[in-house]
């Protein structure tokens, strides 16, 4: 793996043709390296760059190069291929991306860059199909002249290879496109008979018949469709890397996503594990303008990516230094939710990200666009390139980051979280297919519904890939509504050598190519839950009117209803009508517990605190230990673990001073016994806890 060579890299996106002006770059590279900003990453735009067919237009970009070398900033080449040079688009008609009713992509004006080329809900080669021979030719060469002009450059770290890793789910249907998906067919089923049984379709004559579905609905040529799209997208991802490996073989290649996979790993190919297991380092993009400012969504996106990475180094690769204006994600929210940016904010948005793991930072703007309907929006800098309050909490925590006192403390990782949430790529497509059409949110709603309830009562629960659950002992499912006969078996395989595994409503009600089991649980689960199913009730928009009740608590429920009868399963509580709703099972040598709805749901909605208890007696029911019980959830707590130390970091995002109780699971005070960030009255002594608003403090335990 490529060496990075500073301790953590921290910086900003700068050039974005034709943002910043030319006569203030010399500046400005002065003034970040001054301020301890050590990367910068630049959009190089194939549109901007071969403006004829050919012909490089390299100067703009040679400058930035030669100014990141003298400045000793490593510049991260943001290769867009995406950008289509209005020439091709001319050129290559013939490869133009179709929506399913023949539309063309045109190509726009680009919102990120005042740059033709971009493609309204393009992905993939933007308004063109890299599946066509010539535009894959095309790209690559122009790929290989971008890698052999700046192989060995002194300002070069590496390339991003796709700028937040999703495509639209309207795209692509071009005739070449539709040939790769009679090509990937025929690998997966062999011949046409077999896949016209599995599709339902008896009719195909020759494989010229088969078209890409037209419509979003619970069909195994819709599972397929996207199946397909998902590997044809990524592939085009390892095409890129391939093209500049081919020349360049020791640069990094890194990428970022949009920690998107929940709820969009179906809808819009945001499969973060997929795309972190093709480079040496994953970011992702969040920005709290657009996603919400609360604390438990930053986490989440720190969490997902970490868990996408699997132990690879990776970056918040676009975070938020300035306000967001008029755009359609604020319109409504209060200022404080993210619409402005204040230094205490790029602080705690920082700090955030770092507790959360991440181990390097970029603004996704250094100074604001002048063009398009993003000006003014999310720079740390002014529209000027003067430095402002927010560049200069920028610039303290760049330099923190990296200073020698700070090596053991960034070289130390989050621990493993005390519980696991179950990610199956499997439920979330047929959820996408099944909820179009009533535009019903249970997916998403069940899945951050149940990372808020454990983050509400202090309990890291950390996402966990289907694929991955063995390096877990306790896990909890919050949507399990299709599983593939192998991941059915993988989960009883888990449960039965020892693994804890509560799960709600209806798991792997729909199994391989999205088919109803006759028996519920589905898929031999019914022995793993010591249950069957009573009677199921798919209304998820009256799912808030479900009860049931445990230990003599009311609970809510959400989403989807099922009730089961016991077969060697112990009864636990019943729904509000008297049906069964809580099954508790012995299982070869772990334990499960069924729960007949969505009480995540229930919570994402309302967060009560007969919810948030329902989660905090769950894990309870795991028999592990938290890593810390702190008596004040407005405050946020990890530990993070190198060598032989700990570190502790306690992020207050309110705008309050807050203090609390703070012991290890066994109920020990904890003493911070070496402080790395301290704010202005943040102490932790004998288990007394007290950090300033919209601070943090961070310190090694005794």
């Known amino acids: 793996m490529t060496k990075i060579p500073m301790q953590v890299p921290f910086g900003a996106v700068y050039f974005r043709k034709s943002n910043p002006p030319r006569e203030d770059w010399e500046r400005d590279y002065a003034v970040a390296a001054e301020d301890g900003l050590n990367v910068f990453r630049h ?17 703009e970009y040679d400058r930035q190069m030669e100014l990141a070398a003298k400045n000793g900033i490593k510049t991260i080449i943001a290769e867009l291929t995406h950008t289509v040079p209005d020439w091709a688009w001319r050129k290559y008609a013939h ?18 860059a005042a740059t033709g080329g971009f493609a309204l809900n393009g992905g993939g080669a933007g308004s063109l199909t890299m599946n066509c021979p010539e535009v894959k030719e095309a790209a690559g060469a122009f790929l290989s002249a971008l890698a052999n002009r700046y192989k060995g450059h002194p300002g070069l770290l590496g390339y991003d290879v796709w700028n937040e890793c999703n495509y639209s789910p309207s795209v692509d249907y071009n005739p070449f496109t539709k040939a790769a998906f009679r090509d990937w067919l025929r690998q997966k089923y062999g011949d046409l008979e077999t896949l016209a049984q599995a599709w339902y379709r008896y009719s195909y004559a020759e494989w010229d018949d088969i078209e890409p579905p037209h419509q979003i609905a619970p069909y195994p040529e819709c599972l397929d469709w996207l199946a397909f799209k998902r590997d044809n997208f990524y592939d085009q991802m390892q095409f890129r890397i391939d093209t500049v490996r081919a020349i360049d073989s020791d640069c990094l290649i890194a990428a970022h996503g949009v920690a998107g996979a929940i709820p969009d790993m179906a809808a819009r190919g945001s499969d973060d594990w997929l795309a972190a297991s093709k480079v040496e380092v994953y970011g992702y993009t969040w920005i709290q303008a657009r996603k919400g400012n609360q604390s438990w969504r930053s986490f989440h996106a720190a969490d997902l990516n970490r868990a996408a990475a699997r132990g690879k180094t990776f970056w918040h690769a676009e975070r938020q230094g300035g306000p967001l204006w008029m755009q359609p994600q604020v319109v409504g929210r209060d200022k404080e939710d993210g619409r402005v940016a204040e230094p205490e904010d790029i602080r705690v948005w920082s700090l955030t990200s770092f507790a959360g793991g991440a181990r390097g930072m970029l603004n996704l703007r250094y100074r604001p666009l002048l063009d398009g309907p993003l000006f003014g929006a999310f720079g740390s800098y002014g529209m000027d390139g003067a430095r402002t309050p927010r560049s200069d909490m920028a610039a303290k925590i760049a330099r923190w980051a990296n200073a020698p006192e700070q090596k053991a403390l960034m070289a130390a990782k989050p621990v493993k979280g005390e519980i696991g949430i179950v990610i199956a790529p499997e439920a979330q497509a047929w959820d996408y297919l099944l909820s179009r059409e009533g535009n019903y949110d249970t997916y998403r709603e069940a899945m951050f ?24 002992d306790a896990l909890y499912f919050p949507y399990p509504i299709m599983l593939t006969g192998e991941n059915a078996r993988r989960l009883a395989d888990w449960v039965a050598a020892g693994g804890t595994l509560i799960s709600e409503a209806c798991p ?34 009256i799912g808030d009117r479900i009860r049931f009740a445990l230990d003599g608590v009311e ?8 009730s089961y009868r016991t077969t060697v399963g112990r009864a ?12 508790e099972n012995n299982f070869g040598k772990g334990r499960t517990r069924l729960v007949g709805t969505h009480p995540s749901i229930g919570y994402y909605r309302d967060q009560t605190e007969t919810g948030r208890r329902y989660f905090n007696d769950y894990f309870a029911f795991t028999g592990k230990v938290r890593h810390t019980i702190c008596s004040n959830p407005a405050l ?4 993070h673990g190198g060598g032989a130390d700990r570190y502790l970091w306690v992020i207050n995002a309110t705008r309050q001073h807050q203090t609390a109780e703070l012991t290890d699971g066994a109920g020990q005070a904890l003493n911070g016994v070496e402080h790395f960030w ?19 403090l961070i310190v090694r335990l005794a």
Do not use: C
């Not at 735009?45 to 012909?55: D, H, K, N, Q, T």
């Open 636 to 639: 946020q707590v990890r530990v």
């Open 43 to 59: 959009w190089f735009m194939w549109s901007a760059i071969e403006r004829r067919p050919g012909f490089y237009d390299w100067e």
């Open 572 to 583: 636990l509580a019943n729904f509000d009508d008297g049906r069964l709703a809580i099954v």
């Open 95 to 112: 490869a133009r991306q179709m929506r399913a009713d023949g539309t063309e992509l045109a190509p726009i004006m680009g919102v990120s």
């Open 449 to 472: 519904g149940a990372y808020r309830g454990f983050f509400d009562n202090g309990i890291q629960a950390d996402w966990v890939h289907i694929d991955d659950i063995e390096a877990y």
């Open 508 to 541: 792997g009600y729909f199994g391989d190519r999205g088919k109803v089991g006759t028996v519920q649980p589905n898929n031999g689960l019914d022995a793993v839950f010591g249950a069957r199913e009573e009677d199921v009730e798919f209304m998820p928009d």
């Open 678 to 696: 301290a704010g202005d009255g943040a102490s932790l002594k004998d288990g007394r806890l007290a950090v300033p608003a919209r601070d943090a």
């Open 555 to 562: 609970t809510a429920g959400g989403g989807f209803l099922q």
